[in-house]
């Protein structure tokens, strides 16, 4: 068992608050993958949703204390990824987006199975992300937490305050915006992948800005 798996969320969040601040370390480790999702399909460049992590994170330390439980910690660290992204995109708006080539014609020339899948096998994460950057940012949003970060419709709700409904909505209207052909292959855990190479140095900064707090 990974380290990380040993504690619940609430025994890091406890231990955090009891001074214990490198098992923060372990919150970090757990949550890169779903908030490295966030900033991407925001169309953050890699760089740009690093930076935005480690501002979540130095405000998840900074404000701990405020989790009070309702919710998963999960859908409470999203939310505040999400406000990041947010405050980002309203004050610099495209300058900082990452320009995408568009790939929509990607499996027009595909005439047999075979073909399709040693294609898929190379394009497959590529395609796919940019057609999730390509559909309208509300039901991305959706789509990205409740399918691809695995949160239920409960606390996709509750991380962008809309109804349940509205996130059954957002994301079937997602779906129906992917080729059938990305549809049938996806696989959920390697769309927008943060690479562990990149794991430890947001560790890093991260742990050292918070012992200058």
């Known amino acids: 068992m990974k380290i990380q798996e040993k504690y619940t969320d609430k025994e890091l969040i406890d231990k955090v608050l009891n001074k214990e601040n490198e098992m923060f370390e372990l919150i970090i480790r757990r949550n890169n993958p779903y908030l490295y999702r966030i900033g991407r399909m925001y169309h953050f460049s890699h760089e740009d949703t690093q930076d935005l992590m480690q501002d979540t994170y130095i405000e998840v330390f900074i404000h701990l204390h405020q989790f009070e439980n309702r919710s998963s910690f999960r859908t409470w660290i999203s ?10 995109t309203q004050k610099w708006h495209s300058k900082h987006m990452e320009s995408l080539e568009n790939n929509t014609q990607v499996f027009d020339n595909l005439h047999d199975r075979e073909t399709a899948h ?22 991305r949003t959706a789509f990205t937490l409740r399918e691809i970060n695995g949160l239920s419709v409960l606390e996709t709700a509750e991380a962008l305050e809309i109804s ?11 779906k129906t915006y992917l080729r059938k052909e990305i549809e049938k292959f996806y696989v959920k855990e390697e769309i927008f992948e ?5 794991c430890d140095l947001i560790i890093n900064q991260v742990m050292n800005k918070i012992k200058e707090l």
């Open 79 to 88: 939310k505040i990824m999400l406000n990041q992204c947010y405050r980002k």
């Open 118 to 139: 040693n294609v898929m096998n190379k394009e497959l994460n590529s395609v796919i992300e940019k057609s999730l950057l390509n559909i309208p940012e509300d039901y």
């Open 164 to 174: 349940e409904n509205n996130v059954k909505v957002r994301v079937n209207r997602a």
């Open 194 to 198: 943060f690479n562990l190479i990149y």
